[in-house]
């Protein structure tokens, strides 16, 4: 195994050791932590576009930790799908370790770093891992670190939310573990490739139970994706949430549909009887309705970090109507809009941190106040950023719904997804509209509590990266789709992970 | 007589049952008890899915044919120390909730604070 092979667990090891190292120095050198965590990020993109440069041959390269064999032992798959949450990972974790560090909100409390780079660790872990136990143990890593990050710079409102996300994300857990458990007794294995083989022999008395596992685990998933009707603690946990910490969750439901899209055609494809694509019926309705909800949301939420939380949920809608199809060019699809989405959705929250902090006590209220220091770069960055999230040209999300649209226009139910899809991009449009007129066009009453503050124009740099690389993304839409289009037919054809994990053949 | 499989399965069956209704009531401390009867009723239940076995041995021996499943033994270990820690992260964030906004519903919401509160 030459030095390049462990490429793969390095988006793992190098925050697994940044982060007892950050809260060892910080105590007494803080500009250390800071360097330590910004260190590891970079090193992890430097990883993780290796590895997107790696997969892009088409090859699914395994990692077994410790070298024992797989289905045994623990084994890592890097794909072309791992690869592109994993870039997306470093990339974001960059932009919001920027923001906090800038808008100095890392010093709200001691351990910002640390936890960040938890949450790392269970994000990238859970993007690489090819094992089902061990998903859920990088599942409860990256909770555990949330909820530090959530609560990082406390406050009632912060408590009163995290207890709501705490308790619902434990239960969240409870219900994996027993699909887990359905699961591993029905098939005796946790491989998920494995899992996928064995699902095939399972016999016709057993078949209700594999089909009760498998919507207990999309149920689990989809909790975490925030479909509805498990999307309920989201707008309020990501409202409160610091910003850059909001920012970095953006990812958080994408590790729900990234889970889906990596379990259901492995475990519950063809092959699976009387179970295989048993989420089918309900995905989509369940999807149409999450856009619905999330955008309404955005047109009729009071602050814009709650506008921000509810263009989330909605984009996950979006996402999700495109999963719902499980074909390989509606998830290729689906990849480009969910790089696009997480890109937007954090540059939102980004955006609100900036107009909160230059209005004193109107904070990110949607409402008229008087007028704020640079507020039409800060209006300017706000439309820019609103265009990219509702889908207008020409940012990314335009290309990215234009590319749902296409793809589902197959299925039976395409006038559904349609015209919700374009629904909600209207009412999205008018949400934004009317939120930038209160906040950047009108003016209200000079009051002495709401002094403009006079901040540095460095905190919209995150956010004008945030920008740019959704710029970037639909001038290079072009090799972006083509790697989701190839990303999703790697995942679609599941006999080929399989064949590359237990070394068949 | 009853069978082993009838009792750990009504067993996991009551402590479920206890578990949802404590964790749909309103106040914090009955949540965080819910909680800990469900995990509770989740590692029995994973612990049931190597299948229920009397007096087998789980690690290999040269006197013995057949075995237990010595898996769920491991995953047990791991969801009980992860649910432990969970536990008690809930109970130490509800404390901090209740003392900072002096409300012990999860809602946050103060009018039911003193409903069935007896001081």
Same mark, same amino acid.
């Given at each position: 195994?030459?030095?390049?092979?462990?490429?793969?667990?390095?988006?793992?090891?190098?925050?697994?050791?940044?982060?007892?190292?950050?809260?060892?120095?910080?105590?007494?050198?803080?500009?250390?932590?800071?360097?330590?965590?910004?260190?590891?990020?970079?090193?992890?993109?430097?990883?993780?576009?290796?590895?997107?440069?790696?997969?892009?041959?088409?090859?699914?390269?395994?990692?077994?930790?410790?070298?024992?064999?797989?289905?045994?032992?623990?084994?890592?798959?890097?794909?072309?799908?791992?690869?592109?949450?994993?870039?997306?990972?470093?990339?974001?974790?960059?932009?919001?370790?920027?923001?906090?560090?800038?808008?100095?909100?890392?010093?709200?409390?001691?351990?910002?770093?640390?936890?960040?780079?938890?949450?790392?660790?269970?994000?990238?872990?859970?993007?690489?891992?090819?094992?089902?136990?061990?998903?859920?143990?990088?599942?409860?890593?990256?909770?555990?670190?949330?909820?530090?990050?959530?609560?990082?710079?406390?406050?009632?409102?912060?408590?009163?939310?995290?207890?709501?996300?705490?308790?619902?994300?434990?239960?969240?857990?409870?219900?994996?573990?027993?699909?887990?458990?359905?699961?591993?007794?029905? @098939? /005796? +294995? %946790?491989?998920? *490739?494995?899992? !996928?083989?064995?699902?095939?022999? #399972? $016999? &016709?008395?057993?078949?209700? =139970?594999?089909?009760?596992?498998?919507?207990?685990?999309?149920?689990?998933?989809?909790?975490?994706?925030?479909?509805?009707?498990?999307?309920?603690?989201?707008?309020?946990?990501?409202?409160?949430?610091?910003?850059?910490?909001?920012?970095?969750?953006?990812?958080?439901?994408?590790?729900?549909?990234?889970?889906?899209?990596?379990?259901?055609?492995?475990?519950?494809?063809?092959?699976?009887?009387?179970?295989?694509?048993?989420?089918?019926?309900?995905?989509?309705?369940?999807?149409?309705?999450?856009?619905?909800?999330?955008?309404?949301?955005?047109?009729?939420?009071?602050?814009?970090?709650?506008?921000?939380?509810?263009?989330?949920?909605?984009? @996950? /809608? +979006? %996402?999700?109507? *495109?999963?719902? !199809?499980?074909?390989?060019?509606? #998830? $290729? &699809?689906?990849?480009?809009? =969910?790089?696009?989405?997480?890109?937007?959705?954090?540059?939102?929250?980004?955006?609100?941190?900036?107009?909160?902090?230059?209005?004193?006590?109107?904070?990110?209220?949607?409402?008229?106040?008087?007028?704020?220091?640079?507020?039409?770069?800060?209006?300017?960055?706000?439309?820019?950023?609103?265009?990219?999230?509702?889908?207008?040209?020409?940012?990314?999300?335009?290309?990215?719904?234009?590319?749902?649209?296409?793809?589902?226009?197959?299925?039976?139910?395409?006038?559904?997804?349609?015209?919700?899809?374009?629904?909600?991009?209207?009412?999205?449009?008018?949400?934004?509209?009317?939120?930038?007129?209160?906040?950047?066009?009108?003016?209200?009453?000079? +009051?002495?509590?709401? *002094?403009?503050?006079?901040?540095?124009?460095?905190?919209?740099? &995150?956010?004008?990266?945030? =920008?740019?690389?959704?710029?970037?993304?639909?001038?290079?839409?072009?090799?972006?789709?083509?790697?989701?289009?190839?990303?999703?037919?790697?995942?679609?054809?599941?006999?080929?992970?399989?064949?590359?994990?237990?070394?068949?053949? | 007589?009853?069978?082993?499989?009838?009792?750990?399965?009504?067993?996991?069956?009551?402590?479920?049952?206890?578990?949802?209704?404590?964790?749909?009531?309103?106040?914090?401390?009955?949540?965080?008890?819910?909680?800990?009867?469900?995990?509770?009723?989740?590692?029995?239940?994973?612990?049931?899915?190597?299948?229920?076995?009397?007096?087998?041995?789980?690690?290999?021996?040269?006197?013995?044919?057949?075995?237990?499943?010595?898996?769920?033994?491991?995953?047990?270990?791991?969801?009980?120390?992860?649910?432990?820690?969970?536990?008690?992260?809930?109970?130490?964030?509800?404390?901090?909730?209740?003392?900072?906004?002096?409300?012990?519903?999860?809602?946050?919401?103060?009018?039911?604070?003193?409903?069935?509160?007896?001081?």
């Amino acid at each position: 195994m030459s030095l390049a092979d462990h490429i793969a667990i390095a988006p793992v090891v190098v925050p697994a050791l940044a982060a007892p190292f950050a809260l060892l120095v910080m105590r007494r050198r803080r500009w250390l932590g800071v360097t330590i965590s910004f260190t590891s990020c970079l090193l992890m993109l430097a990883a993780a576009v290796t590895l997107l440069v790696m997969a892009s041959d088409g090859v699914i390269r395994t990692y077994e930790i410790g070298g024992w064999q797989a289905s045994f032992g623990i084994v890592l798959v890097v794909d072309r799908l791992a690869a592109i949450m994993l870039v997306l990972a470093a990339t974001l974790s960059l932009l919001a370790l920027l923001h906090a560090v800038v808008t100095e909100t890392d010093r709200d409390g001691w351990h910002f770093h640390p936890l960040l780079q938890f949450q790392l660790l269970g994000l990238n872990g859970a993007f690489l891992t090819g094992d089902l136990f061990n998903l859920f143990v990088f599942f409860e890593v990256l909770l555990i670190a949330s909820y530090g990050l959530m609560l990082h710079g406390q406050g009632s409102a912060r408590l009163k939310a995290g207890v709501q996300y705490v308790i619902v994300n434990i239960v969240g857990s409870s219900l994996f573990l027993i699909a887990l458990g359905l699961l591993y007794a029905l @098939t /005796g +294995t %946790l491989n998920m *490739a494995q899992m !996928g083989l064995r699902v095939a022999a #399972i $016999g &016709a008395e057993d078949q209700w =139970l594999l089909r009760v596992a498998g919507l207990l685990l999309v149920s689990v998933f989809a909790l975490k994706a925030a479909l509805v009707p498990l999307h309920l603690w989201l707008p309020r946990t990501y409202a409160v949430a610091t910003p850059p910490v909001a920012a970095l969750f953006a990812i958080m439901t994408k590790v729900g549909v990234y889970s889906l899209i990596r379990v259901v055609p492995q475990i519950f494809g063809d092959g699976a009887g009387s179970a295989a694509w048993v989420p089918s019926p309900f995905l989509l309705p369940a999807a149409i309705i999450t856009a619905i909800v999330g955008f309404s949301g955005v047109f009729v939420a009071r602050r814009l970090s709650e506008q921000a939380a509810y263009a989330i949920v909605g984009s @996950t /809608g +979006t %996402l999700m109507i *495109a999963v719902a !199809g499980w074909q390989t060019d509606t #998830i $290729g &699809a689906a990849l480009y809009y =969910l790089v696009h989405s997480t890109l937007a959705g954090a540059a939102l929250f980004f955006i609100a941190d900036v107009v909160a902090r230059r209005r004193g006590s109107f904070s990110d209220t949607i409402s008229s106040g008087p007028v704020f220091h640079e507020r039409q770069s800060v209006a300017l960055l706000f439309l820019a950023v609103a265009i990219g999230v509702v889908g207008l040209p020409p940012l990314s999300g335009f290309i990215g719904k234009l590319l749902i649209m296409g793809s589902v226009a197959d299925a039976p139910w395409w006038g559904w997804a349609w015209a919700v899809i374009l629904a909600t991009t209207l009412i999205g449009v008018i949400g934004f509209a009317r939120a930038g007129s209160a906040v950047f066009w009108k003016e209200g009453p000079v +009051t002495d509590d709401a *002094a403009p503050a006079r901040v540095a124009r460095s905190d919209m740099a &995150a956010a004008v990266i945030a =920008l740019c690389l959704m710029g970037a993304l639909s001038i290079a839409a072009g090799p972006v789709t083509a790697y989701g289009e190839a990303a999703a037919m790697q995942v679609m054809n599941s006999a080929n992970t399989v064949d590359a994990v237990l070394g068949v053949g | 007589m009853i069978s082993l499989e009838f009792l750990v399965a009504s067993a996991i069956g009551v402590l479920v049952a206890g578990g949802i209704y404590l964790t749909l009531r309103g106040r914090t401390f009955q949540v965080v008890l819910g909680l800990t009867l469900f995990s509770y009723a989740v590692n029995t239940f994973l612990f049931a899915s190597g299948r229920l076995v009397v007096d087998r041995a789980p690690i290999w021996s040269k006197t013995v044919t057949e075995y237990a499943d010595p898996l769920p033994q491991a995953l047990v270990l791991t969801a009980i120390v992860i649910t432990f820690g969970m536990t008690a992260l809930a109970v130490i964030l509800t404390l901090r909730s209740f003392l900072e906004t002096g409300s012990d519903q999860v809602d946050g919401d103060p009018k039911g604070k003193h409903e069935d509160d007896p001081s």
